[in-house]
């Protein structure tokens, strides 16, 4: 059965780095998403991507943030300068179209920690 | 905004023993409603959905009804076993935007 992967599946970083996350969707799927979910919060909208641009973002996804689907397969969560409080758990998500009745598919998801 | 509130866990059970996890949610217009389930270790997983008021999503011996009048989606499953062990989230969608937004989620531990 098709999958949603992402990687690394944990990553370690510097405050002030720049980190890239890694997601390959289901290949024929057109629409993209990611997600987070700090420690013990809620799982939050990021963000989601159609046709090579953002078609929704949340008030978290600011000027740090951006994404990019550089080839055909892969769709990437870039942050410029991580923050302490970026310490999260990111999830790319892939649908085979939109209006909110179609389903989500997750990835494992990547576990970002920040020092 | 929409919103969903679950109930709150952790919910510990007995194998066999009867599961009812609560969530309802706020949304304007015609939102489309989903579980999804968390294993240790693992992603998010749709467990079942309902697009309509009235539907009855259903998957492994899990339900939820669509309840448009209680703005409610409360899973059950009649019988638990270990192996359903995991986080439950609940989660809403409104026509037009693509978000999923999720509850909070609720852990659930089988005990054999």
């Known amino acids: 059965e098709p999958e949603v992967t992402q990687t690394p599946s944990h990553q370690v970083t510097q405050m002030g780095q720049e980190v890239i996350l890694r997601c390959v969707p289901i290949?024929?799927?057109?629409?993209f998403y990611w997600y987070r979910q700090i420690l013990g919060q809620k799982v939050e909208f990021l963000v989601s991507?159609?046709?090579?641009?953002?078609?929704?973002k949340s008030e978290i996804f600011d000027d740090q943030f951006s994404v990019e689907r550089p080839d055909g397969s892969n769709f990437t969560l870039k942050i410029r300068s991580t923050k302490l409080e970026d310490s999260a758990m990111y999830f790319c998500?892939?649908?085979?179209?939109?209006?909110?009745?179609?389903?989500?598919?997750f990835g494992p998801g990547t576990r970002l920690t920040v020092l | 905004g929409d919103s969903v509130t679950q109930m709150e866990g952790p919910v510990t059970l007995s194998e066999e023993a009867f599961l009812t996890i609560n969530c309802t949610y706020t949304?304007?217009?015609?939102?489309?409603l989903f579980w999804y389930v968390q294993y240790p270790g693992e992603g998010l997983q749709l467990l079942l959905k309902?697009?309509?008021?009235?539907d009855k999503g259903s998957n492994k011996g899990f339900e939820a009804t669509y309840r448009k009048e209680t703005t409610s989606f409360h899973l059950e499953k009649g019988s638990v076993q270990v192996s359903d062990s995991a986080v439950y989230f609940c989660?809403?969608?409104?026509?037009?935007?693509?978000?999923?937004?999720f509850g909070k989620g609720t852990k659930l531990t089988v005990n054999p």
């Open positions: 991507f159609y046709n090579n641009e953002i078609s929704e």
């Open positions: 949304a304007t217009g015609y939102p489309s």
């Open positions: 290949s024929n799927h057109l629409y």
């Open positions: 309902a697009t309509k008021a009235d």
């Open positions: 998500a892939s649908s085979g179209r939109t209006g909110g009745t179609d389903t989500q598919y």
């Open positions: 989660a809403v969608t409104q026509g037009g935007s693509e978000k999923l937004v």
